[in-house]
């Protein structure tokens, strides 16, 4: 039994097609990751296991993701129609919404269930990351239009930079995101455990997913769509004659997701600035 249990997660790995029909069992995969990764991080690499938690979840999720982005590359090569290679775009991204709110729980229940002095050594690096954000919107006199703009640019160098990675390196990508699912996840960690004083567990925890998923799931999205983006051209480069016809098709499908990313990023920054703080 726990040998074709293993074989089909194996399967799950390597054929995103396969795991298109099962969406829902990335998140138990990113779950498992998140939750290996802080184990082994901490007990093998204990001064730089806020960093190397993170790595470790990576370096399991490559073979997906690079199986994943090469998929995606054969249908802006099939797939003409610029409405339907959307829809089919929107699967992958579904499954990979599910391994980041796989990574996001496990990080969670990590940061909550450990002792205060351990969670914090073992988040050092993602809770000083959210310190500087505090810092830089503490610091922001101006009306909230500006601070949407200071959070909006600060998060489109972040896609940009998930482009890049993921134009370069293939799937490196990965890393920017996961990265990401562990800063939130110490936000929402640190906002679980202040609650607890003066709230019950399963009320502080909503709250704690909603108030930082309102926004951080569609910049994640974003994040997500532009790696596509840069991951496809890529693959389209290492396959296809430069500027030809299949090349130009793979490309056009990737300006079109850069655009949609940069949107969704733009309705992010509106919910972040506008909506959370009247709700929260």
């Not at 351990?118 to 810092?135: D, G, W």
Request: glycine share 8%; with cysteine; charged share 15%.
């Amino acid at each position: 039994m726990f040998i074709s249990n293993g074989i089909m997660v194996f399967e799950l790995l390597l054929n995103p097609k396969k795991a298109e029909g099962k969406p829902w069992e990335l998140f138990f995969l990113g779950f498992a990751y998140s939750i290996m990764g802080a184990v082994l991080g901490y007990f093998i690499f204990r001064s730089y296991a806020s960093l190397i938690m993170v790595v470790l979840a990576v370096i399991a999720s490559v073979p997906f993701m690079h199986n994943l982005i090469s998929r995606e590359e054969e249908k802006g090569v099939k797939i003409e129609d610029e409405r339907r290679l959307l829809k089919a775009h929107a699967k992958s991204i579904e499954l990979f919404a599910f391994l980041f709110l796989g990574f996001l729980v496990g990080y969670v229940i990590c940061f909550v269930a450990l002792p205060l002095s351990l969670s914090s050594r073992m988040f050092e690096a993602q809770i000083n990351t959210i310190m500087a954000v505090r810092a830089i919107a503490a610091g922001n006199f101006f009306a909230k239009l500006s601070t949407l703009s200071v959070i909006f640019f600060n998060n489109l160098k972040i896609l940009f930079f998930c482009v890049l990675f993921s134009f370069f390196y293939g799937a490196g990508a990965i890393f920017i995101l996961t990265w990401n699912a562990s800063v939130m996840a110490a936000a929402i960690g640190s906002f679980i455990s202040s609650g607890l004083r003066s709230g019950s567990l399963l009320q502080v925890t909503a709250v704690g997913f909603m108030r930082y998923l309102l926004h951080g799931l569609p910049e994640i999205v974003a994040y997500f769509v532009g790696a596509l983006a840069g991951g496809i051209i890529s693959v389209a480069i290492i396959k296809h004659e430069f500027r030809g016809k299949k090349f130009n098709l793979v490309l056009r499908d990737a300006i079109d997701l850069i655009f949609i990313s940069i949107g969704i990023l733009v309705l992010s920054g509106l919910i972040e600035v506008y909506v959370t703080p009247l709700l929260f």
